[in-house]
């Protein structure tokens, strides 16, 4: 076996080595002709396309997919966040009504249209009534859902028992509510209010106080602060009220931008202020001069008198009256002795300048500080460096703006950089806290490799088919050239030939060369390999 193995080898080094360089490149670039055309073609063939066959789901309902799928062996993925469910663009409709047939999903509810098809004399009371409540609750979801920023709830009503007398009196309806909002969503006062009335319409003698309305994070969505959103930045439950109102909107400013960035599921943001309620009414009156580099008013009216006389006799004689001096004279000669003359100018101006009265009533509150913490996960949550220093100092930037634009001037003073950069924390971190459901795929082979298997195969068949062909057209060669080499021997009388050790041996090899000619061939091809 080892010589077999042993003469293969050498008969195909022996082949690749008689090949010239043409002839040795154009196998090459055929077989890797071969295995790229197998490789695109087996790529284009088999690349399957993923859609969604349910989205919305709870987690708990997908494990129950995941079981069927699985089962049936069907391909399939999990978006992140475990909700969403993706398959095979061609399997899709097919397995919509597999499932359906096994009664999944299970997150629906009972509208009315349930009574329509499923009524009958047989329904008790008590059962009415419990399907009259769930599809009242149905249709609650179903409106809340139209809110922008729920993208689903979970609606549990609580309807008072009737007595069978008039004096038992009717008790109050209670209704518990789970929104599951957007990441990142607050909502206003005016949304809050509307979600609380939007129940409370529903159902029949259902006040305000008995409804509790809350998300998936736990936070409650209280009402009174809500309703109370518009009382006076004077009262201390206004003024907390109006901080958590500036704080809401400039992070959710800072988490729409950074989530459209880096992801919502991404991004967590906190924001922190400092405000100043103090109030101050002032009235000021100002004159000021209507051109201020000159320090003048302007010219409302203007009198301007100019008189002149020329005469001969004697001069003009004593003072003016004290009455008569005035500042406006320009200008007053008396005449020489003999012939005289005298020039009065005078000029009187009423300027008037701008008298300014200003009501002054500051703003109610004035930002001082601002404070934002932002939490960023990298695109790659096992490896910090992913996050790339160009990103982190855009973000950093971005939240340098907002805080330069939002705070006061007045309050806060001239900032530099180095203050603004101490307002703002940008830590690069993995979120551990939230559920990353990871792509699952069943463990199936799948035909593509078997296609790829076996284009090798018939790539290394072919191989072995052309050196297999080679070598046996040189024995056949070699075995033609010996029989002409043996036509060509003269052989002597064996009766006048001594037996000698020499003749014995020749003697032997000519049986073999006729008997066996291809054991003779290969003692042959040993001796020339040895010489």
Do not use: H
Not at 284 to 299: F, H, R, W
Not at 347 to 359: A, S
Not at 367 to 391: F, H, T, Y
């Amino acid at each position: 076996m080892n010589e077999r193995l042993t003469k293969i080898k050498t008969d195909s080094t022996n082949f690749w080595s008689s090949r010239t360089k043409k002839q040795k490149g154009a196998m090459l670039g055929a077989l890797v002709a071969i295995i790229a055309f197998a490789s695109v073609l087996t790529y284009f063939s088999t690349r399957t396309e993923m859609v969604p066959m349910y989205t919305g789901l709870s987690q708990a309902e997908v494990g129950k997919i995941k079981d069927v799928l699985d089962n049936e062996g069907v391909t399939y993925e999990i978006t992140p966040g475990g909700t969403n469910i993706l398959v095979p663009a061609k399997q899709a409709d097919s397995l919509k009504v597999s499932l359906a047939n096994q009664g999944f999903p299970q997150s629906g509810g009972i509208d009315t249209s349930f009574f329509a098809e499923n009524a009958g004399f047989g329904m008790t009371d008590n059962e009415f009534e419990v399907l009259s409540n769930e599809a009242r609750q149905t249709a609650i979801v179903n409106l809340l859902k139209q809110v922008e920023g729920v993208n689903g709830a979970v609606v549990n009503i609580t309807m008072p028992k009737s007595g069978v007398f008039l004096q038992d009196g009717q008790g109050e309806a209670t209704a518990a509510v789970m929104l599951n909002t957007a990441p990142g969503q607050q909502f206003t006062d005016v949304q809050i209010r509307t979600l609380y009335s939007l129940v409370a319409k529903s159902v029949p003698n259902l006040p305000l106080e008995n409804i509790e309305i809350s998300n998936q994070y736990m936070e409650y969505y209280d009402l009174d602060a809500a309703t109370s959103g518009n009382s006076s930045v004077a009262t201390p439950v206004g003024q907390m009220q109006l901080k958590k109102t500036v704080e809401r909107d400039l992070q959710r400013q800072v988490q729409n931008m950074l989530g459209g960035l880096m992801g919502q599921d991404k991004v967590l943001v906190s924001v922190t202020t400092d405000i100043d309620f103090k109030q101050e009414n002032r009235q000021e009156n100002l004159v000021e001069p209507v051109d201020t580099e000159n320090i003048s008013g302007i010219a409302i009216s203007a009198q301007r008198i100019t008189e002149t006389y020329t005469g001969t006799g004697a001069n003009a004689t004593g003072t003016p009256e004290a009455g008569q001096v005035t500042d406006n004279f320009t200008d007053y000669v008396e005449g020489a002795a003999g012939n005289g003359d005298y020039e009065r100018m005078e000029e009187t101006i009423n300027n008037d300048v701008n008298r300014i009265r200003r009501e002054i009533q500051e703003s109610p509150y004035k930002i001082r500080d601002i404070g934002i913490q932002v939490a960023v996960e990298p695109p790659n949550p096992e490896d910090l460096a992913s996050l790339s220093d160009e990103v982190r100092a855009d973000i950093e930037q971005i939240l340098s703006t907002i805080i330069r634009t939002s705070i006061d001037k007045d309050a806060a003073g001239n900032l530099s950089d180095e203050d603004i950069a101490d307002k703002i924390v940008v830590s690069v971190q993995p979120f551990l806290g939230k559920d990353v459901a990871v792509d699952t795929t069943t463990s199936k082979i799948p035909w593509w490799v078997w296609v790829i298997g076996g284009v090798l195969v018939v790539a290394i068949a072919l191989l072995v088919f052309f050196i297999l062909r080679s070598r046996k057209r040189r024995e056949e060669e070699e075995l033609s050239a010996i029989e002409e080499q043996q036509e060509k021997i003269i052989v002597d009388d064996i009766a006048d030939e001594k037996e000698t050790e020499a003749t014995v041996r020749r003697k032997q090899l000519e049986k073999m060369a006729k008997d066996k000619p291809d054991d003779f061939a290969k003692l042959l091809r040993s001796w020339i390999a040895e010489d």
